[in-house]
T-cell receptor, first 113, second 115 residues
């Protein structure tokens, strides 16, 4: 089955700096890659996603890039703010598959004021 | 308002005492699933259901049962809980198989401690 590895497990940045979280996946058939943000004690919230026919997608300060050849994708957050502090999860799945998303292990992002 | 409702939100129980965590969604979604979340492991799927009376194992099904007798409800059953089932549990639903890129709606989570 699919395996998703996520790095780093913890990341601290100064407010205003950029943060990058990287994930690799194992199943070349995976073609949908969402990112979730989870604040302490809350449920995961989808923040951005990308499909395999696209190399990059951006939404304000958040962007995701995908390299299908290398089987890795990354989350980029620019101009970080304290409210960006949370755990971020990447995930991968095969479109149309009955099986669920496979999640990475998570990255604890701390934005220091 | 679209909702996935789990109960209980917090529970401390003892080893071997059967318990059920309920999950209900009001969006008429076909697809429902259960995850557990553990530190350093992310979210792992326990069971999923594609429709009424259709259920299948996820990645970590051992020690759990589910049923889907009605479209809106998908309870998670721990017949004989053990301490290694102490975890944060999320129920989720979506209108199509979740691998199809449709929005997944998560419940608020259920903190379960087995002593």
């Amino acid at each position: 089955g699919e395996n998703v590895e996520q790095h780093p497990s913890t990341l601290s940045v100064q407010e205003g700096d950029s943060a990058v979280i990287k994930c690799t996946y194992s199943d070349s058939a995976s073609n949908y890659f969402p990112w979730y943000k989870q604040e302490l004690g809350k449920r995961p919230q989808l923040i951005i996603d990308i499909r395999s026919n696209v190399g990059e997608k951006k939404d304000q300060r958040i962007a995701v890039t995908l390299n299908k050849t290398a089987k890795h994708f990354s989350l980029h957050i620019t101009e970080t703010q304290p409210e960006d502090s949370a755990v971020y999860f990447c995930a991968a799945s095969i479109r149309g598959s009955a099986r669920q998303l496979t999640f990475g292990s998570g990255t604890q992002l701390t934005v220091l004021p | 308002e679209a909702q996935v409702t789990q109960n209980p939100r917090y529970l401390i129980t003892v080893t071997g005492k059967k318990l059920t965590v309920t999950c209900s969604q009001n969006m008429n979604h076909e697809y429902m699933s259960w995850y557990r979340q553990d530190p350093g492991l992310g979210l792992r799927q326990i069971y999923y259901s594609m429709n009424v009376e259709v259920t299948d194992k996820g990645d970590v099904p051992e020690g759990y049962k589910v049923s889907r007798k009605e479209k809106r409800n998908f309870p998670l059953i721990l017949e004989s809980p053990s301490p290694n089932q102490t975890s944060l549990y999320f129920c989720a639903s979506s209108p199509l198989p979740q691998g199809a890129g449709n929005t997944i709606y998560f419940g608020e989570g259920s903190w379960l401690t087995v002593v």
